[in-house]
């Protein structure tokens, strides 16, 4: 049972930064597909980012593509979230997921998750 702890969350006026991390309790999560996701208030959790766990692919939802970064550090056994030019409708509590998938591949699904964290909020201020 890989366990997910995201942190780095808070609040930011908008056009600001923040980087969100998400560490595991397993050396194994380096290897995982993981992705991050975001809930806001009264809406459903939608995709942010994912990563393969080669690190070589990545994918991004068109809210998001060109201020948001995801990337790993497998020797930390942690998964980033570098958040730019963040906006209003950017509040959200985000999570972490990962699952045990193809090396090389994605994962825009929330279904497609088998461990996630327990959440950590962003919100904008305008």
């Known amino acids: 049972q890989v366990q997910l702890v995201e942190s780095g969350g808070g609040l930011v006026q908008a056009g600001g930064s923040l980087r969100l991390s998400c560490a595991a309790s397993?050396?194994?999560?380096?290897?995982?597909?993981k992705g991050w996701f975001r809930q806001a208030p009264g809406k459903e959790r939608e995709f942010v980012a994912t990563i393969s766990g080669s690190g070589g692919s990545t994918d991004y939802a068109d809210s998001v593509k060109g201020r948001f970064t995801i990337s790993k550090d497998n020797a930390k056994n942690t998964m980033y979230l570098q958040m730019n030019g963040l906006k209003p409708e950017d509040t959200a509590v985000y999570y972490c997921?990962?699952?045990?998938?193809?090396?090389?591949?994605?994962?825009?699904?929330?279904?497609?998750?088998?461990?996630w964290g327990q959440g950590t909020q962003v919100t904008v201020s305008s």
């Open positions: 997921a990962a699952v045990h998938g193809t090396y090389y591949g994605t994962q825009t699904r929330a279904s497609g998750y088998d461990y």
């Open positions: 397993e050396r194994r999560f380096s290897s995982y597909v």
